[in-house]
């Protein structure tokens, strides 16, 4: 079911996935305060409709709402894709998972995975048809600096035991990657494709991983935002950045494992 809010078709449109997270309706909320009109992408009714009265109560735009869609399942997101209205010129991939045991998805796929690898890749294919319409576009995919342990051979922790730290580093480092895949592909229709580590932020994915947060979420939404919406994001396309600046990633220098993950994702 989707949330409908009026507005006047006018003004740029950005969509959040894992909006009802810390960093994500911190993301969203910032993006309304900017006069965006903001689709929250979630998979809980209830508390997107909490989130999108948050945001229009906080920022008075009335221009917020939401639609349903779990981005661990790729039927669900081809489904959002093809309901689509109108345009998107941002989309901010953000929502991430850190069960403390392996899980599966009703197709077999390990979840976070599924989720924060997968559920990137998968809007990013699925929106490039509505993005180039709506070109100049951009994606943003919440990453972060805490990324390694990628296991091309064995990214559903099938032979290897699972351990969600392990798990959710290995994917923040797929995101970088599959960042660079992106832009490549993209870098003629006017869509810049970059990555980003947010802030340390106190939530339920960091306490899955043992730790707390000493950032607000307002202050671990900023670098994402600031990547949608500066002059910057709109000029450069596959890079990474921290504290609204760009980074060396060193994960992008590997073009064979960048090319070699994006056919194993696209296989799926």
Known sequence: MENVVQNDNSGRIAAVTGATGEIGEAIAHQLAAKDYKVILLCRNEAKAARA????????GNQHISFRIVDVSRKSAIQDLASTWQGQLHVLINNAAITPRTRKETPEGIELQFAT?????????????????RSAPARIVNVASYWAGDLDLDDLE???RPYQNGTAYRQSKQANRMLTIAFAERYKSCDITVNACHPGDVNSTLSNNLGFGGHQSPAQGAATPVWVATSHLGGKVTGKYFEHKQESPCRFGKDKQGVEKLFQICKSY
């Open 157 to 159: 922790f099938k032979h």
């Open 116 to 132: 924060n690898v997968l559920g990137y890749f998968w809007m990013m294919e699925a929106f490039s048809g509505i993005l180039k």
């Open 52 to 59: 999108v009265q948050r945001i229009i109560h906080k920022t």
